[in-house]
């Protein structure tokens, strides 16, 4: 199934990675996750500010626990998502740019350990997703990591 946003192919592991798309796109990469049967996770980036709170969102995204601030913790539950019977996830991460802005720290931990999770799913043929919501003026129609 392949996506309108960036004529990505969702069912493709070998395309998965972390993406950056503009703000109109998580609306048609919701319905084309929905379509390609894909689990999608969205989180509102713009007042994740700690590590701690980037933890705990993506814990909540997928449904988790996790001890606050663990990125390893985080890590690992992240690489065995099987509990959710999903043949792919897509996730999506509104406001990216507000959490590089505030917290590039924890924006840079954020994308090397969600690039990280994503090869380890490729590396299983399983596509994992990540779309990051940047303005317009700073999108790439490109892989930032693949």
Not at 44 to 56: E, F, H, M, Y
Not at 121 to 131: D, S
Request: net charge negative; hydrophobic share 45%; proline share 5%.
């Amino acid at each position: 199934m392949t996506s309108k946003v960036l004529q990505i192919d969702l069912h493709d592991a070998g395309r998965d990675g972390i993406y950056h798309v503009v703000p109109d796109d998580p609306s048609t990469l919701a319905d084309d996750a929905a379509r390609a049967g894909l689990r999608l996770s969205r989180i509102d980036l713009r007042d994740c500010v700690s590590q701690q709170l980037a933890v705990q969102q993506l814990a909540q995204a997928f449904g988790f626990t996790v001890p606050d601030g663990d990125w390893p913790a985080v890590t690992a539950k992240l690489r065995d998502l099987d509990w959710l019977s999903a043949p792919g996830y897509v996730l999506v991460l509104d406001h990216a740019d507000v959490l590089r802005a505030q917290a590039p720290d924890v924006y840079a931990a954020l994308r090397d350990h969600l690039a990280s999770v994503a090869r380890d799913w490729h590396a299983r043929g399983v596509p994992f997703f990540v779309f990051m919501v940047f303005p317009d003026s700073e999108t790439l129609d490109a892989a930032i990591d693949a």
